[in-house]
C-alpha cells in the first residue's frame, strides 16, 4: 500500500518530469505534438483545481451564514453576485457580446467587475501615497536614492512633470531602461536558478511537500 | 430602464461605494466588497467552464471523438477525492502529474530564455563597427544598446547578482561590489514604486472620467444622486455609532 500512496506518485513526477525535460531537445513533431496534447491535459487538470478552491470559498461563507456570524449578511451578497453571474453567464454561453449587442454576461462584467475592480485598485493610490510619505523620509542614503528614483519616474510620467522638470521624462526612461532592466535581468537570473534546481529536486524526489501531509 | 442607464447607476453607485473607504470601514464598502469578490469568482468559474469543459472536453470529445482526453479529466477527478478522507491520497496521482509535467516543462525553457538569453543580452560588446567610422564607443544615454549603457548593465547584472551571493564574506573590494549592487536595487525599486503610483492614478483618472461622464443629465445624473445618497447614509451610521467607538 505504501508504493501506492507514497512511490507512485512520486514515479509519475519523475517519469512525466524527465519526459517533458527531454521533449525540449527532440526536433520532431510527435515530440511537438506531444507538447500540444500535455498543454491541453494541464488546461483541463488546471480546471478540476479551480473546483477545489471555490468549493473551499463556498464553504467557508456557508458556515458564516449557518451559524449566523457577524456580518453574515455580507457572506449572502457575495452567494447572490457569484451565481447570479454564473446564471447570466451560461445563459449568455460565456459570451460578452452577440453580433455587437452586449449580453447580460457582458452588462456584469462592463458595469459591475470593471468599475468594482478599477476602483478597488484606485483607493490604492490614496494609500500608497500615505505609505510613501511615512516611509519615504530620506534618512539614509538607500532611502535618499529610492526616493529620488521614485520621483523622477513619477515626474516623467506626466505631461506636468516634463513641464517643470524638463529632462524628467529622458531620465526617466533611462532609469527604466538601463537601471532599472539590469537589476530586473540579475533578479530573473536568480530566480531562474533556484526554479530550475527546485525543478530538478522535485523531478528527483528530494522535494515532496506537493505530495501534502497525512498518513503515508 | 435603459440596459446602459440602468449599467450607470450600478457602475456609479459601486464605484462611489468603494470610495467611501476613504473616509472609513463601512457597510456599503463591505457590501461592494464582497459583490466584487461574488461576481470575480462567478466570472472566473463561467470563463473556466466555457474553456475548459465546452471547448477542451465537450467538444473535442463528442465531435471529434478525443477521447484520450478522458484521461486528463480522470486525473482532474482525483484531484477531488481530497473531499472524502479515506481516498484522498488518490489526488496525489493528480498534484504528482502537474508538478511532474511543469518542473519538467521549466527546466530546459528557463534555462534557455530566462538564464542563458539574460546572460547574453548582459554580456554583449563595448565597441562597435557601425557605418564607416571605425570602431566607435556610443555614449549615448537615450539608447538602451549604447556602449556606455552596456557597461552600465553589466556592473548593475553582476553586482546585484553579488549582494545575493551569500557563500562569502561582503567585505574589501567585495563590500564596494555589494554595497553598488544596493545602490542599483533602491534605485529599481524606487523606479518600480513610481511606476505602480502612475499606474493606480492612471487607473483612478479612469474611475473619476467615469463618475464625471455618468453625472450627466441623460443617465439621471446618477453621480449626483448616489453621491448625496453616500454621504447621507455614511453620516446616518457615523450617528448611530456608540459613543465609545467615536471615541476610537
Known amino acids: 500500500m505504501i508504493f501506492l500512496r507514497r512511490q507512485l506518485p512520486l514515479l509519475i513526477t519523475m517519469v512525466t518530469g524527465l519526459l517533458f525535460a527531454g521533449q525540449y531537445y527532440v526536433p520532431h513533431p510527435s515530440s511537438e505534438q506531444l507538447l500540444t496534447s500535455a498543454t491541453k491535459w494541464l488546461q483541463i487538470v488546471g480546471g478540476f483545481a479551480l473546483v477545489l478552491g471555490v468549493t473551499s470559498l463556498f464553504h467557508q461563507h456557508a458556515a458564516k451564514i449557518r451559524r449566523k456570524e457577524e456580518g453574515w449578511g455580507y457572506s449572502l451578497v457575495l452567494y447572490a453576485g457569484m451565481l447570479g453571474t454564473i446564471a447570466v453567464g451560461l445563459w449568455a454561453n460565456g459570451k460578452e457580446s452577440v453580433e455587437g449587442a452586449m449580453t447580460a454576461f457582458g452588462w456584469v462584467y462592463s458595469y459591475m467587475m470593471v468599475p468594482l475592480q478599477g476602483t478597488m485598485f484606485a483607493i490604492l493610490a490614496f494609500f500608497i501615497a500615505s505609505a510613501a510619505y511615512r516611509s519615504f523620509r530620506a534618512r539614509s542614503r538607500e532611502a535618499a536614492v529610492l526616493l529620488i528614483a521614485a520621483v523622477i519616474v513619477m515626474m516623467g510620467r506626466v505631461p506636468l512633470g516634463e513641464y517643470l522638470i524638463p529632462l524628467s521624462g529622458d531620465v526617466s526612461q533611462w532609469i527604466l531602461n538601463v537601471l532599472n532592466a539590469s537589476v530586473r535581468r540579475a533578479i530573473l537570473i536568480g530566480v531562474s536558478l533556484g526554479a530550475v534546481a527546485l525543478s530538478f529536486k522535485i523531478i528527483f524526489g528530494v522535494e515532496r511537500s506537493y505530495l501534502g501531509g497525512g498518513k503515508e | ?248
Open chain 2, 1 to 248: 430602464m435603459d440596459a446602459t442607464v440602468l449599467g450607470a447607476w450600478v457602475a456609479t453607485g459601486l464605484t462611489l461605494f468603494i470610495f467611501s473607504f476613504l473616509y472609513k470601514d463601512n457597510p456599503l464598502f463591505k457590501l461592494a466588497e464582497h459583490l466584487y469578490v461574488g461576481v470575480s469568482v462567478g466570472y472566473t468559474i463561467v470563463k473556466a467552464y466555457d474553456t475548459v469543459i465546452v471547448h477542451l472536453i465537450v467538444k473535442p470529445i463528442f465531435e471529434q471523438g478525443e477521447f484520450a482526453l478522458l484521461i486528463p479529466v480522470a486525473i482532474g477527478l482525483l484531484m477531488l477525492t481530497r473531499y472524502v478522507p479515506k481516498a484522498a491520497w488518490l489526488s496525489r496521482y493528480a498534484f504528482a502529474f502537474i508538478v511532474g509535467v511543469g518542473s519538467g516543462l521549466a527546466i530546459p525553457r528557463t534555462i534557455s530564455s530566462f538564464i542563458l538569453k539574460q546572460v547574453e543580452d548582459t554580456v554583449r560588446p563595448v565597441l562597435s563597427l557601425a557605418g564607416g567610422d571605425g570602431v566607435t564607443f556610443s555614449m549615448n544615454l537615450l539608447n538602451p544598446a549604447s556602449s556606455i549603457n552596456v557597461i552600465i548593465i553589466l556592473i548593475g547584472v553582476i553586482s546585484v547578482l553579488f549582494y545575493f551571493f551569500f557563500s562569502i564574506e561582503h567585505s574589501g573590494p567585495g563590500k564596494i561590489v555589494a554595497r553598488t549592487g544596493v545602490m542599483f536595487l533602491m534605485i529599481a525599486f524606487g523606479a518600480a514604486f513610481g511606476y505602480t503610483v502612475m499606474a493606480r492614478m492612471s487607473l483612478l483618472i479612469g474611475r473619476l472620467t467615469d463618475l464625471i461622464e455618468f453625472s450627466d443629465a441623460s443617465y439621471g445624473n446618477p453621480t449626483l444622486w448616489l453621491a448625496i445618497l453616500t454621504v447621507g447614509v455614511l453620516l446616518v451610521l457615523s450617528r448611530r455609532s456608540s459613543p465609545g467607538e467615536q471615541e476610537k
